[in-house]
C-alpha cells in the first residue's frame, strides 16, 4: 500500500520510493519530499531505538552504518510509513505529519518558519484584550498564546489588583524564571536603585540585556495606576529592524553582526555584563531578536576603526524609537496586565507626577522556551503540524 487515508493532502501520500538509497514522498498536494537516509534512519525511535526526545535512547549515531540505505517503503495499516533497511534488516516507522513537519527542502523549511505580523502604530487592528478568566479554557489560551507570538503582546482584562494574581496569570504561559529581582515591585521612590522606580518617562528599550539570556515574555501587572501620565510605551523592534535593513544596509550590517556590550552594578553586591549584537540573526537571515538599552550600555569593545560608523549606525536606530510618532501609546488601567516579548518588543512609559497619583505595577518574566513549549503541546494535543513550527529564537548571547 503506497497511499495514506489522511484528508489533508499535506498529510495523505501517494507515492513512495527507494532512490540512491533516500526516501522519496510523494504528497496529495503534490510537493516531493526527499529524506536522506542517514538523517531518516537517526530519526527512528522505535522501542528497539529509543526516544529521542526523553533522551532514553539505545541507539547511537556510531551505530549505523555510514552506507545505510532504505530497503523498501510502504504505509501500513496504521497510515504510517513503514521503512525497512538494507544491512541489519532492521524497520522503521514514521508518522506522515511528522515527516512532512520535517521536510528538508527550502520551501518546507520556508513554510515552518513561523512569519510574525509586523506592525506600526497605524496598523489596523493592533489592539487585542483578552479576558483573563477565559484563559482557563484552552481554546482562549490558545487563541491568546498565538497573538502574543505573533503581535508581540496582549493586554489582559479582569486580572484584578489582587498581589497574586500576577504569578497566577504569568503561569498560564510556562514556568516563572526567578532573578535576583524576584516578583519585581515598579513603585515610584525618591531615590530609587533602578530607574523603572522613578516617574521620569521612559524611552524605548529592552529588559536586562545585560544578561546572556535576558527575560523572554514580560509580565505588567497594574494594581494602581496614575491619572495622569504613566502611559506605557511600544515599539515592534521586528518592524523597525527590517525598515531599517532596506534603508540603511550598511547600519543594519553593523548593528547586527557587531556585539554591543550591556552591564548592571548594583548595590547588594552584582555585577553583570553581556555582549550580543542590537540585532540578532537566525542562520538565514531573518531577524529573531533585539538587545537594546541606550542607558545601560557599556564601553563599546569594537575595532577603533568602527567606532564612528557604529555610533552613526546606533544614533539613527534610536532616533526611529525615540520619534513619538513611531511608538503604540497605551494606557494599562489598574486590574489590567501587560503580556509582552521582551526579545521583540521595545517597551518604555511615559512620566507622571507621582505627588499627585499612586503607580504600582508588579512584573514577572517567564522564558521563551516555556512559552514555545506552552504553544506546542497546545498543538500536540489538537494534533496540529504546526507543533513543529520554526520559532525565533531570541536575542540570546
Not at 82 to 101: D, E, M, N, P
Request: glycine share 8%; with cysteine; charged share 25%.
Amino acid at each position: 500500500m503506497n497511499r495514506s487515508s489522511s484528508s489533508n493532502p499535506r498529510h495523505c501520500v501517494v507515492h513512495l520510493e527507494s532512490r540512491n538509497g533516500d526516501l522519496l514522498v510523494r504528497w496529495a498536494d503534490g510537493h516531493e519530499s526527499r529524506y536522506p537516509a542517514m538523517w531518516l534512519r537517526h530519526n527512528c525511535v522505535c522501542a528497539e531505538c529509543g526516544s529521542t526526545e526523553t533522551a532514553r535512547r539505545e541507539l547511537r549515531l556510531t551505530d549505523i552504518p555510514r552506507e545505510i540505505a532504505v530497503e523498501s517503503a510502504a504505509v501500513n495499516e496504521q497510515g504510517e510509513i513503514a521503512v525497512t533497511w538494507k544491512s541489519g534488516f532492521h524497520r522503521s516507522r514514521y508518522g506522515a505529519l511528522w515527516l512532512r513537519a520535517h521536510c528538508l527542502s527550502p520551501a518546507e523549511r520556508d513554510y515552518r518558519r513561523h512569519k510574525p505580523v509586523l506592525w506600526h502604530p497605524r496598523s489596523n487592528n493592533l489592539l487585542s484584550y483578552e479576558s483573563y478568566p477565559a484563559l482557563e479554557e484552552k481554546p482562549a489560551r490558545l487563541r491568546f498564546l498565538e497573538r502574543l507570538r505573533d503581535y508581540g503582546f496582549v493586554i489582559l482584562n479582569d486580572v484584578g489588583c489582587e498581589r497574586e494574581a500576577t504569578e497566577q496569570a504569568a503561569k498560564l504561559v510556562g514556568s516563572l524564571r526567578m532573578t535576583n529581582y524576584g516578583i519585581y515591585e515598579l513603585i515610584s521612590q525618591p531615590s530609587p536603585q533602578l530607574v523603572g522606580d522613578t516617574a521620569v518617562p521612559l524611552a524605548p528599550h529592552t529588559d536586562e540585556p545585560y544578561r546572556h539570556h535576558p527575560p523572554g515574555i514580560t509580565f505588567f501587572h497594574v494594581l494602581a495606576q496614575s491619572a495622569e501620565g504613566g502611559d506605557s510605551t511600544l515599539v515592534d523592534g521586528y518592524h523597525v529592524a527590517e525598515s531599517f535593513r532596506s534603508e540603511n544596509p550598511e547600519a543594519f550590517r553593523l548593528l547586527s553582526t557587531v556585539p554591543a556590550g550591556f552591564h548592571r552594578t548594583l548595590k547588594e553586591g552584582r555585577a553583570f555584563y553581556a555582549s550580543g549584537p542590537v540585532i540578532r540573526l537566525d542562520r538565514e537571515g531573518h531577524v529573531e531578536g533585539l538587545r537594546l538599552l541606550d542607558r545601560g550600555t557599556a564601553p563599546f569593545d569594537i575595532d577603533a576603526g568602527e567606532v564612528a560608523a557604529y555610533y552613526d549606525a546606533l544614533r539613527s536606530l534610536l532616533a526611529y524609537l525615540y520619534d513619538a510618532r513611531n511608538q503604540l501609546i497605551v494606557k494599562i488601567e489598574a486590574g489590567q496586565m501587560l503580556v509582552f516579548n521582551n526579545q521583540r518588543l521595545l517597551h518604555g512609559r511615559t512620566g507622571f507626577d507621582p505627588t499627585v497619583s499612586h503607580r504600582h505595577v508588579r512584573s514577572c518574566n517567564v522564558d521563551l522556551d516555556e512559552f514555545y513549549s506552552s504553544l506546542r503541546v497546545a498543538y500536540r494535543e489538537l494534533g496540529r503540524e504546526e507543533a513543529y513550527m520554526t520559532l525565533a529564537q531570541g536575542a540570546g548571547t
